[in-house]
Structure formats: structure tokens, C-alpha cells
């Protein structure tokens, strides 16, 4: 959340939004949330989530649709943070001014721990496969919501990387072959769109999802693709032959969780390396504009690493587990 508007959510409007779900704050502790203003509260004993949102990053429609399939998800046995009704029972509160106003909404706390580098083995990379597969069978047949659609915020991002023209050319063709995609029931529909390393937690064998406030319509090979690049970014780290070393086994593994559980025609895995690269471009051109022009030694490699993976040609690599 940008700092500005960050400001103008007041410790009256939280005590506001406490009030209606009868919370307490674990002392005001803001924790993550680059986004969105996200703290720690108590509910009835119970550890809560609460997420604000500015009114100019959703709509409330947006919002509640979210919270619908989160629910819709729960309902399906998938372990998903759900959102916790309000005292007058609301999923969404609105708190502010008409000039500036704040949607609110509370989740349950996920179980478990973060995963470690260590843990994303190939048993780990199954099980994020059977956890996709999972979200995009019940997503296969969900009644259309007023949810985004996958290029909603695609004009921004070609602003925010505007000056470097390889980037901004290299985007601008992934997404208009995206584009030429055919929209099908078994192709495309709600997905996560984040689920990376810090979007869940473990519980022995059990992952705990949460944070779906990037949740849109888009083809489930993106969903994959998403997971795939973050997977083997995290495992990598800042180490560029670790990575070019990992890219086929995090994907062979990540494949093997979820082909048994949902078909994936050999036709949508061959657009894998096209969705790889729209994911890692995306995330480029975000952490670029967000180091600045004077980033430090560390975010230097670290963007340079991150250019290179963008620029990486994932097809060979993707051949080889067809």
C-alpha cells in the first residue's frame, strides 16, 4: 500500500473494524502485506487475519467474490484460509470517508510453518500439483463471479518498466499470444495466480492456503507456471546454476502431483514456456520499478538474475517432460 493512503487509515477506522467483528489487536502489529495493511487480531481466543484494502485497488464486487470461492473452496475439502463473518455478519466491512475509504475483511489464521529451501523437494513439488489440481477441478464448473480477468492490470505494468524497451516489447508479445488462446472449460477459469512460498503454510502434510487477493480468470497452465517460476526461484535463490539445474526436476515433480488428479491436455502443457515468461517478466518489471534507480549491490544481482530468468527460452525444458 502506497504510503499516502497508507496514512489515512486511522487508529480510529481500526478500532472501528474491531469493533464490528468484536476483535482484539495483538498490539497494532502490522505484519507483511505489500498490498494491503494486514494485522494480527484476536477473535473469541481465536488468531485472526485482518486484511484492509484501499478502495482504488478493488471494488467491493471484486472482493466479494473472492470471499465467495475462498468459501466455495473450503467447501470442497481444499485447507484454504476462510474469511470470518463480521457481528453483523458481513464478509466485508467498508470503513473512511467517501474520499478515503478502506474495505475490511478477517480470515482464519493458517497452521503450521513456512517451507524452507530444503523442503521444496520432490515431494513437496507433488504436492503443490495436487493442490493446483485441486483448485482448478473445483474451479472447472464455479458459477462466473464479477472476479478480474488475467490482463486487468497489464497496461500499469507496462508503464511501471516503460524506459527499457527489450522488457516492454518482450510483454507486449506474450501477451498478445496469450491473447490468441482459446477460453475453455477445461483451459480456463478462477485461479490463485500467487501461490508461492510465502502464501502458505505446512501442517505435517497439510497446506494451509491463504492470501487470494490476486486471484483472477486465467488459463490453469498460468496457475502452474506461476508456482513452477516461484518454486524454483525460491529454491534457487541468487544462485543462477542452481537454477538452470533445478528448472526440469521442480517441473517433472510439480507435473507428477497433478496429472493424476486433473487431466492437463499435452496441447496447454506446451504453452508452459509461454506463461513462464509472462510470470517472470511481470515480476521483473515489478521488482525493478520497486528497487529505484539506485538499488544497492544485492538487488542489483538479484534483478539481473531475475532478467536473465525472464529472458531464459523454458521450451526444451518443458519438451522433455512431454
Known sequence: MKPHIREQFTNEMFADLLERWGAESKGWQLSGGSMNLLYEVTINGCDRVMRVTDRSRRTPEAIRAELRWINHLRSCDISVCAPVCSSRGKWLEECGAEQCSFYAAVFERAKGVRVRRA?????????????????????????????????????????????????????????????????????????????????????DETIWLFDFDSCVYNWYVGDLACTWYFALSWIAGMDTEIWHKMRLPTLKSLLDGYAPHRELDPIWISQLPLFFRFRALSLYAFLSHRAGPQPDEDTRIRLANARHYAMSDMSPIVTAVM
Open 119 to 203: 523442503d521444496l523437494d520432490r515431494t513437496h513439488m507433488m504436492t503443490l500439483g495436487r493442490l493446483l489440481a485441486s483448485l482448478h477441478n473445483a474451479s472447472t464448473d464455479y458459477p462466473r463471479t464479477d472476479r478480474m480477468m488475467w490482463d486487468y492490470n497489464f497496461p500499469g505494468l507496462l508503464r511501471l518498466i516503460s524506459d527499457d524497451s527489450e522488457i516492454v516489447e518482450a510483454l507486449t508479445e506474450c501477451e498478445q499470444a496469450i491473447r490468441q488462446l482459446p477460453y475453455t472449460r477445461e483451459g480456463f477459469g478462477l485461479v490463485h495466480n500467487d501461490l508461492h512460498m510465502h502464501n502458505y503454510l505446512v501442517d
